[in-house]
């Protein structure tokens, strides 16, 4: 059964591993109680230090990334970094 189901069993994991970074979304998956799925206009502001990335919405809600925990920490801080760009009014770029 379990080579039956490999390819949705994986391919579950690596959507609750991913940050997603669409048009219109961002996402970032987790267990359902942490996982963020919020539109543009949503997100408040995304912070980052050295060790960590916390993405906060205007209703509160607040996701927080441990780049220590990442394999991949250069690749996700470079798309956080471009996403804060998003959130930058265009007259204040």
């Known amino acids: ?35 963020l799925n919020a539109r543009w206009e ?9 060790h960590e990335a916390v993405i906060h919405t205007h209703k509160g809600r607040r996701r927080r990334l441990d780049f220590k925990d990442l394999e991949n920490a250069a690749d996700v801080r470079a798309a ?3 996403a804060q760009q998003r959130l930058i009014p265009e007259e204040q770029q």
């Not at 391919?11 to 219109?24: K, N, Q």
């Open 1 to 35: 059964m379990i080579g039956l189901l490999h390819g949705r069993l994986a391919a579950r994991v690596e959507r609750r591993r991913s940050l997603r970074l669409t048009g219109d979304r961002i996402i970032v998956g987790g267990p359902p109680w942490k996982k």
């Open 42 to 50: 949503d997100v408040k502001q995304i912070h980052m230090t050295e």
């Open 80 to 82: 956080l970094e471009k």
